[in-house]
């Protein structure tokens, strides 16, 4: 057996502002291990222990899909772009309560025929 570093090692590419995976290249081998038997005759002659490569298997992405990619960018770009649309939000239903609160009050005292606002 000869590992190389590059073809066999279990790779995982993973974007440090959430976490997410951009790449990933799972690969793994199963061995077999035949022990060297005297009572079987075609065994007899094996050498105490040989190991034998089973299944190689390798799997996943090298890079994102276009998909992963819009999904990512919108992802990080979201936070900034939410904070600034929920300030604005919070802004214009401010200015909606002033404004309603100033129309009652105008409206509660033409009602009320042009008294100071309380009446005491």
Do not use: C
């Not at 009572?39 to 992405?61: C, K, R, T, V, Y």
């Amino acid at each position: 057996l000869s590992p190389d570093k590059e073809k066999h090692q279990f790779y995982v590419d993973v974007a440090p502002e959430f976490g997410f995976p951009l790449a990933i290249r799972p690969r793994f081998q199963l061995n077999v291990i035949i022990k060297k038997d005297e009572d079987i005759e075609m065994m007899s002659n094996f050498a105490d222990e040989l190991i034998l490569p089973f299944l190689w298997a390798e799997d996943g992405f090298s890079e994102p899909s276009e998909e992963m990619s819009e999904a990512i960018k919108f992802g990080l770009s979201a936070p900034g772009k939410l904070s600034k649309l929920g300030g604005m939000s919070l802004l214009v239903v401010g200015g909606v309560m002033v404004l309603a609160s100033l129309g009652w009050m105008l409206w509660v005292r033409r009602q009320r025929g042009g008294e100071t606002f309380p009446a005491s």
